[in-house]
């Protein structure tokens, strides 16, 4: 059976909840406990994504929906709200936030459009709270890095960033060599090296965002490198008939090597 409106869905989830006829384990949950499926639900859809495989897409994004819809349920057992109340707020926010669309105001491409969402965006936040900072709203469970080209982003747009990348890998250079400094000092204290660390990062991200690359994705395509050359390491001493406690870390670099040359040629 096809669906075409959202509420024997909606009749599901209740049903899923009901303390008397309903599921034990959906009966237990609460938002914290929930918290963890959201995430996770998310990352694999930004996986069906990455990976471009739209039948899991589809079967992703179902269960994200569901844990919209189940926490909107949660809400409307404590009287706050509805999933329609959700759903009217997106709607209205939509069209707010698109007055070249739905208003007078024109866009005549996406920069201007962008341009015209964070003017409609900031009213809003002017509305709710006149002394507002503009770094309000950055959730702080989003992945570090994200967070930190938003909170760059921010500042960019009231003038607080640099014009010319190059002074943005020179910034990188400076942190690096105050991480290489604090390593070498005499009397070393971890928690420095991990601040020192953190403002390389910190710089790093900043580097990327100048140059129109999104430090997450970057990080994440590095970790599917690394782990895609380590299985090919795991194949090659397997073909050899090695195991790797026998082999030296110079042997095992050789492989990573060549690993990496073959790559460049196949490319």
Same mark, same amino acid.
């Not at 953190?198 to 129109?212: M, Q, S």
């Given at each position: 059976?096809?669906?075409t409106?959202?509420?024997?869905?909606l009749?599901v989830?209740?049903?899923?909840?009901?303390?008397?006829?309903?599921?034990?384990?959906d009966?237990?949950?609460?938002f914290?406990?929930m918290?963890?499926?959201l995430?996770?639900?998310?990352y694999?859809?930004?996986e069906?994504i990455?990976?471009?495989?739209?039948?899991?897409?589809?079967e992703e994004?179902?269960d994200?929906?569901?844990q919209?819809?189940?926490?909107?349920q949660?809400?409307?057992?404590e009287?706050?709200f509805d999933?329609y109340?959700?759903?009217?707020?997106?709607h209205?926010?939509?069209?707010?936030? /698109?007055?070249?669309?739905?208003g007078? $105001? *024109?866009?005549? @491409?996406?920069?201007?459009?962008?341009? %015209?969402?964070?003017?409609q965006?900031?009213?809003?936040?002017?509305?709710k709270?006149p002394?507002?900072?503009?770094l309000?709203?950055l959730p702080?469970?989003?992945?570090?890095?994200?967070?930190?080209?938003k909170?760059?982003k921010?500042?960019?747009k009231?003038g607080?960033?640099?014009?010319?990348?190059?002074?943005?890998?020179?910034?990188?250079e400076?942190e690096?060599?105050e991480v290489?400094?604090?390593?070498?000092?005499?009397?070393?204290?971890?928690?420095?090296?991990a601040?020192?660390?953190?403002?390389l990062l910190?710089?790093?991200v900043?580097?990327?965002r /100048?140059h129109?690359i999104?430090a997450e $994705? *970057?990080l994440? @395509?590095a970790n599917?490198?690394?782990? %895609?050359?380590?299985?090919?390491?795991?194949?090659?001493?397997?073909e050899?008939g090695k195991?790797?406690?026998?082999c030296t870390?110079?042997?095992?670099?050789?492989?990573?090597?060549e690993?990496?040359?073959?790559?460049?040629?196949t490319?």
């Amino acid at each position: 059976m096809r669906l075409t409106n959202i509420d024997p869905f909606l009749d599901v989830v209740h049903r899923l909840r009901d303390k008397e006829t309903g599921c034990p384990w959906d009966i237990k949950q609460d938002f914290d406990s929930m918290l963890p499926n959201l995430l996770e639900e998310t990352y694999e859809v930004a996986e069906a994504i990455q990976t471009k495989d739209c039948t899991a897409l589809r079967e992703e994004l179902g269960d994200l929906l569901l844990q919209v819809v189940f926490l909107s349920q949660l809400a409307k057992e404590e009287g706050t709200f509805d999933f329609y109340d959700v759903l009217t707020d997106v709607h209205d926010k939509l069209i707010f936030r /698109h007055p070249h669309v739905f208003g007078d $105001t *024109s866009a005549e @491409n996406a920069e201007e459009a962008l341009k %015209n969402w964070d003017a409609q965006k900031a009213e809003e936040k002017k509305r709710k709270n006149p002394n507002h900072s503009i770094l309000d709203d950055l959730p702080f469970a989003l992945p570090a890095l994200t967070r930190a080209n938003k909170l760059q982003k921010r500042c960019a747009k009231v003038g607080f960033d640099w014009d010319n990348p190059k002074d943005a890998f020179a910034k990188v250079e400076e942190e690096l060599e105050e991480v290489k400094q604090e390593i070498e000092a005499t009397s070393q204290h971890p928690e420095k090296i991990a601040e020192e660390l953190g403002d390389l990062l910190f710089a790093t991200v900043n580097l990327c965002r /100048h140059h129109k690359i999104d430090a997450e $994705t *970057s990080l994440r @395509n590095a970790n599917v490198k690394f782990e %895609n050359r380590f299985r090919k390491i795991e194949k090659t001493l397997i073909e050899q008939g090695k195991k790797f406690e026998e082999c030296t870390l110079s042997e095992l670099d050789f492989i990573w090597n060549e690993i990496k040359i073959l790559e460049k040629l196949t490319k």
